[in-house]
T-cell receptor, first 116, second 115 residues
Framework: AQSVAQPEDQVNVAEGNPLTVKCTYSVSGNPYLFWYVQYPNRGLQFLLKYITGDNLVKGSYGFEAEFNKSQTSFHLKKPSALVSDSALYFCAVRDISGSGTYKYIFGTGTRLKVLA | NAGVTQTPKFQVLKTGQSMTLQCAQDMNHEYMSWYRQDPGMGLRLIHYSVGAGITDQGEVPNGYNVSRSTTEDFPLRLLSAAPSQTSVYFC??????????????FGPGTRLLVL
């Protein structure tokens, strides 16, 4: 079964410092990976995705993610954190098992807190 | 485009009551899904649809029904609400293309409290 894990419930970082939010995955076949962000009382918003190609994927709001096949990881990164980046971040993988072509499996989420 | 809309934003039910959570999208997306979000559990798929007239169960379908009579609408029905269904519910839509590896567009959510 395909799955994603976000090992940290919360990540704290000082404004201006680089941030990393971790995600590891387990899939059969090629991984199709996504990051979403959720601000308070809002739905999830798409940040970026990895299908194939370059291991460093760039997305919205200055975020990027590094795909590492040997470590089965897809960590979200940003060179300089902003207070406004404080939110809940979800990693997701597309489930390609069975007939669930458009089913997605989400991690449990990581709360990012950027301190001024 | 309004995107994905959900109503109501908040609802309180008593155990045993029924209700329908509404979801609509104006992007002509074929695929629509319902998720519930619970603390420490992430998002879990309840039901999904790959087009009008076609629905299927997700990870946690018990206690919920869906139908898809039009491309735009995908209501979620709770037949007999239970306290375990207290959660935040999100509807999402997406489209075919890019080999199916496309992002989902989420609605703002419905917060449900079952007493």
């Amino acid at each position: 079964a395909q799955s994603v894990a976000q090992p940290e419930d919360q990540v704290n970082v000082a404004e201006g410092n680089p941030l990393t939010v971790k995600c590891t995955y387990s899939v059969s076949g090629n991984p199709y990976l996504f990051w979403y962000v959720q601000y308070p009382n809002r739905g999830l918003q798409f940040l970026l995705k990895y299908i194939t190609g370059d291991n460093l994927v760039k997305g919205s709001y200055g975020f990027e993610a590094e795909f590492n096949k040997s470590q089965t990881s897809f960590h979200l990164k940003k060179p300089s954190a902003l207070v406004s980046d404080s939110a809940l971040y979800f990693c997701a993988v597309r489930d390609i098992s069975g007939s669930g072509t458009y089913k997605y499996i989400f991690g449990t989420g990581t709360r990012l807190k950027v301190l001024a | 485009n309004a995107g994905v809309t959900q109503t109501p934003k908040f609802q309180v039910l008593k155990t045993g009551q029924s209700m329908t959570l509404q979801c609509a999208q104006d992007m002509n997306h074929e695929y629509m899904s319902w998720y519930r979000q619970d603390p420490g559990m992430g998002l879990r798929l309840i039901h999904y649809s790959v087009g009008a007239g076609i629905t299927d169960q997700g990870e946690v379908p018990n206690g919920y029904n869906v139908s898809r009579s039009t491309t735009e609408d995908f209501p979620l029905r709770l037949l007999s609400a239970a306290p375990s269904q207290t959660s935040v519910y999100f509807c999402a839509s997406s489209y075919s293309g890019q080999g199916g590896v496309v992002p989902q567009y989420f609605g703002p959510g419905t917060r449900l409290l079952v007493l």
